[in-house]
Structure formats: C-alpha cells, structure tokens
C-alpha cells in the first residue's frame, strides 16, 4: 500500500473490529469505494476471546480471532481495502474529510469511527513497570506463559471471569479479586467458575501495589470492608477493570460524553454531517460482538443514504 493517495474515497472506516468490519461489507457490497484503516490486530477486541459463545450462527461458539478474521475475508472478497496504520487527526475540508494517519493521509466523502474501545489500567504503582512481565491484559495472548504457576485476575465482568476460566488451563491456581462481595458477571460464567475447582475468589478487595522488581512476585491488597493490609503472591496479574473509548484524537473535532463516547443519532450520525460512529466507541448500553456488528449494518446504510443526497 502507498503511503498516500490522491483519489477520494466514498468511505474511510477507522477500525476493524465487529464494528468497522461489518461496515466494510455493507459499503463494500453497496459498491463504495471503502478503505478500513485498522492499527492492530484485525477483528479488535473480540480476537482476545478465546471462544465466542453467543454470536449467532455457530451453535458450537468460535473463537473470537477466527470470528475477525472470517468477518474479514467476507468483507474483503467484496472489494474492501484495509491499510495497516494509526488514524491520530481527522480535519475537514470543503466538505470531505482529511484523514491523518501514521502512514500518510487519506481522503474520504464520509468517515465511519469504529475504533471501539481498549481497556482501562489499574491505576496501580507497579502496574506500568511490569507490564509485559507479568502484568497483562489479554489472557488469551499471554496465558500459556503462567503453565502451573499462581495469577490473579483483577475485575468481576464478563471478561474477568471469561478470561478467569480460560486461565485455568494453563495455571495451577487462579484468584480472582473483586472490590465488591458478588460478579457482574453474566450467570452462566459465575456457575461455571464457581464450579471450577483451580478458581478462588477474594471479595471486597483491592489492589494497591503490584509488586516485584523485574517481574511480577505478587500484590499488596486491601480489604474495603475492614482495611486491613495483605499481600499475595502470585507470578501474573491479568486485569479486567472495564474499558475506554478509543476517541483521543476525536477530542477537537467533536463533543464527547464524560466517558468519552461518540453520541450519535438513530442512524448512528455524529453532530458533524458525513461522519458517522458505530460499536463500542459509541454512547450506548450494550457493547458485545453483535451489536457492534449490527451498529456497522445501520451504519453503512445511513453512510450510503448520506452520500446519494450529496450527489
Ligand atoms: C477478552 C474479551 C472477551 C470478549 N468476549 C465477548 C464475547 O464472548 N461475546 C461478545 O459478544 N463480545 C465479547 N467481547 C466484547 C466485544 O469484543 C466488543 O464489544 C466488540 O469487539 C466491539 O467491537 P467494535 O468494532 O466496536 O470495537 P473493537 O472490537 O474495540 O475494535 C476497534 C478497532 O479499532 C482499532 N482502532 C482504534 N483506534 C484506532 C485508530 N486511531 N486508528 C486505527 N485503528 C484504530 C482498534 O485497534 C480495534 O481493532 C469481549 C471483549 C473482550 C476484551
């Protein structure tokens, strides 16, 4: 791929998850000239999950990477461009929209933000520190490196007790700290976990420290209930404290909510005409697979309308 074009495309959809992907084939399939523009792994957050139990159509689940990747070459056999670069600036001009990224810029008639979220950090002291040294956020990628060895999870979601179970596989004991007394989690992951035999829970806790020098040796932790101090070993730490709206360089172009989503209206249109937003980037109450997915459809729809009103 050149570093810079010089033609205008009808679409530039920034993100390949659930979201940009299903996009990319409505525009695709719509006959737009469409260009994703994807800085990771395509497939997004949902490549992390180990195996996808409630998208419809896979009686059995999938695992989330090949669910991306499938979503890809779907969207691709239609015509679908992707460039592998950061999107860090979005400006307007005379209508089209200049699309700055790490590797060069690009034009469009109707930009789609899809660029999802990415998790929160702890906040912690250490956490920084040993990130990568057994401070990880992604037990899918990292988890056969604990084999027998004690971890902790941080978090009670879905994703906490997910990623939880997954790590039994591989580690000898699993603890999962929660700063409240029960899961957020969806029932059907709180019975399989409490039924686990290697997963122990740790509730009304906090961490305050990750501890160890050139790797993770344990956590420092507090009981919100009594105040009282201790510490944990354990040689990895996965955490699963929620998320954030991937939206830093959105921050001058448009108003954000508190949380830093994109609001959008029922056509999922931005208060900026031709810019659009769908999946977990956007103000709304359910963030999974599919609706990020159906969020890309009415998307695309609404892009494709926009752009026969301009003609
Ligand atoms: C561990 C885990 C397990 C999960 N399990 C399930 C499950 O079983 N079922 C389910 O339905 N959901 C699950 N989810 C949630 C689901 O993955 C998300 O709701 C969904 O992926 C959101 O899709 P999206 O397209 O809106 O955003 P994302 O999946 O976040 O994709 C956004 C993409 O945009 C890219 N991007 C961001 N900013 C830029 C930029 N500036 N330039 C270029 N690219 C950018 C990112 O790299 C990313 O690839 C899970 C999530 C996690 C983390």
């Given at each position: 791929m050149s570093k810079a074009v010089d033609r205008t495309y009808d679409v530039i959809i920034i993100g390949g998850g659930p979201a940009g992907l299903s996009a990319g084939l409505y525009c695709a399939r719509a006959r737009l000239s469409t260009l994703l523009i994807e800085?990771?792994?395509?497939?997004?957050?949902?490549?992390?999950?180990?195996?996808?139990?409630?998208?419809?159509?896979f009686p059995d689940g999938i695992s989330g990477y090949e669910l991306g990747q499938a979503m890809h070459r779907q969207a691709k056999k239609y015509g679908l461009e992707t460039l592998s670069a950061e999107v860090v600036g979005i400006e307007l001009a005379q209508g089209k929209k200049v699309i700055k990224t790490t590797e060069g810029e690009y034009v469009a008639k109707a930009v789609i933000l899809a660029g999802g979220a990415e998790p929160n950090r702890l906040?912690?002291?250490g956490e920084e520190k040993l990130l990568g040294k057994g401070v990880s956020y992604c037990a899918t990628c990292d988890?056969?490196?604990?084999?027998d060895q004690v971890v902790a999870v941080i978090g009670g979601g879905d994703s906490a007790v997910e990623e939880g179970i997954l790590l039994t596989r591989f580690a000898s004991k699993v603890i999962i700290v929660h700063?409240?007394?029960?899961?957020?989690?969806a029932k059907l992951l709180q019975e399989r976990a409490f039924a686990n035999q290697k997963i122990e829970f740790l509730w009304d806790t906090v961490v305050e420290e990750i501890l160890g020098d050139v790797k993770v040796k344990g956590l420092s932790l507090r009981s919100v209930k009594t105040g009282d101090r201790s510490t944990l070993e354990v040689s990895g730490v996965f955490i699963y404290v929620g998320l954030h709206p991937s939206t830093d360089y959105l921050k001058d172009l448009l108003s954000l909510d508190a949380e830093g989503h994109v609001p959008t209206g029922?056509?999922?249109?931005?208060?900026?005409?031709g810019i659009f937003a769908a999946g977990d980037?956007?103000?709304?109450?359910a963030r999974q697979a599919i609706t990020a997915a159906g969020d890309g459809a009415t998307v695309a729809l609404s892009a494709e309308r926009f752009l026969g009103e301009q003609e």
């Open positions: 800085k990771g792994v395509i497939g997004g957050q949902i490549s992390n999950a180990e195996l996808v139990e409630n998208y419809p159509g906040g912690v002291p988890g056969p490196l604990f084999k700063r409240r007394h029960q899961l957020r989690a029922e056509g999922m249109e931005t208060e900026i005409a980037i956007r103000k709304k109450a």
